[in-house]
C-alpha cells in the first residue's frame, strides 16, 4: 500500500509541474515557470523516496531526497523573491 501512495505522490506533482509549464508557455508568466521547476524538483524527492523505501530499503537515500526537496523550494522562493514584482 506504501508503494501505491509513492507512486501517485510522483504522478501528482509531475502532473503539476507538467501543467504550471504549459500554463507559462501560454501566458509566459515567470511565477509558473519558476513554480514548475519547484514541482519538478519536488517529483524527483518523490521519486528519490520511492527507490528509498521500496525498491532499495539497504540503501540511505534520506540525504538526496532532502536535498532535492530543498533545492526545488529555494527555486520557488528565487522565484517569489525576484520574479514577483
Do not use: Q
Amino acid at each position: 500500500m506504501g508503494a501505491a501512495v509513492y507512486i501517485l505522490g510522483t504522478a501528482t506533482t509531475l502532473i503539476c509541474a507538467i501543467l504550471l509549464l504549459r500554463g507559462y508557455v501560454r501566458t509566459h508568466t515567470k511565477l509558473l515557470f519558476w513554480s514548475a521547476l519547484c514541482f519538478f524538483g519536488l517529483a524527483i524527492s518523490n521519486l528519490l523516496t520511492f527507490a528509498d523505501l521500496v525498491l532499495y530499503p539497504e540503501v540511505d537515500l534520506y540525504l538526496w531526497r532532502l536535498l532535492t526537496a530543498a533545492v526545488a523550494m529555494m527555486i520557488l522562493l528565487y522565484g517569489l523573491i525576484w520574479e514577483g514584482e
